[in-house]
């Protein structure tokens, strides 16, 4: 069975950073793109992240460009969301997602497995 985990989250300040981790479990991600996404209270989730299998290619929303990062670690089968300058519309629970199609993150589609969030909350 395949689990993912996010950790990291938290209450901060805006203008602080946040490292997000996703741990996975039960399969390698080696073969997977995977991805961050966020939702608020009332909102639609929205995509924050993408990186591709190897890693070799990430992309972030407009919303969060030179802000956030994304990183893997297939070794650790870990994904990572590094994110500096936080405000409070970053406020959100933070999910990341393992799917079999790179350009599926950006669509949101195709993703096979979820994690079950970790809140992130940034006070003016």
């Known amino acids: 069975q395949v689990q993912l985990a996010e950790s990291g989250g938290g209450l901060v300040q805006a203008g602080d950073s946040l490292r997000l981790s996703c741990a996975v479990s039960g399969r390698s991600i080696r073969t997977y793109a995977m991805g961050w996404f966020r939702q608020s209270p009332g909102k639609d989730r929205e995509f924050v992240a993408a990186?591709?299998?190897?890693?070799?290619?990430?992309g972030v929303a407009d919303s969060v460009t030179g802000r956030f990062t994304i990183s893997r670690d297939n070794a650790e089968n870990a994904v990572y969301l590094q994110m500096y300058g936080l405000k409070p519309e970053d406020t959100a629970v933070y999910y990341c997602?393992?799917?079999?199609?790179?350009?599926?993150?950006?669509?949101?589609?195709?993703?096979?497995?979820w994690g079950q969030g970790t809140q992130v909350t940034v006070s003016s």
């Open positions: 990186i591709s299998s190897s890693g070799a290619s990430t």
């Open positions: 997602a393992a799917s079999t199609s790179y350009s599926g993150v950006y669509r949101q589609d195709r993703l096979n497995y």
